[in-house]
């Protein structure tokens, strides 16, 4: 499977956005889907992590929770991530990355798309 990851881009502290990844190739629907970030001299971090079909189980990471979700379009084969209440340690490259299994490893990687919070 083939991602594409958009959306990103330059908002203030406060603000939303909202960020789609695409995926091409068949059986989207079973992959679990996951949002990865990072920031400028950090390690890559989970952000959360959607499970596969229809049944929308999520995990979060602590910083996002409560403030980000995560939901998917099968039919458009397409995962989301909405970004509320942003704030500066919220900017990084995010990723959305494919898993065959809900405790699997994550094979398939999207390019990234930059998300920037001005303080």
């Known amino acids: 499977v083939q991602l594409q990851a958009s959306g990103g881009g330059l908002v203030q502290a406060g603000g939303s956005l909202r960020l789609s990844c695409e995926a091409s190739?068949?059986?989207?629907?079973?992959?679990?889907m996951g949002w990865f970030r990072q920031a400028p001299g950090k390690e890559r971090e989970f952000v959360a992590r959607?499970?596969?079909?229809?049944?929308?189980?999520?995990t979060y990471a602590d910083s996002v929770k409560g403030r980000f979700t995560i939901s998917r379009d099968n039919a458009k084969n397409t995962v989301y991530l909405q970004m509320n209440s942003l704030n500066a340690e919220d900017t990084a490259v995010y990723y959305c990355?494919?898993?065959?299994?809900?405790?699997?490893?994550?094979?398939?990687w999207g390019q990234g798309t930059q998300v920037t919070v001005s303080s």
């Open positions: 990355a494919a898993a065959p299994n809900w405790g699997s490893a994550f094979d398939y």
């Open positions: 190739g068949p059986r989207f629907s079973r992959y679990a």
């Open positions: 959607i499970s596969a079909g229809s049944a929308g189980i999520t």
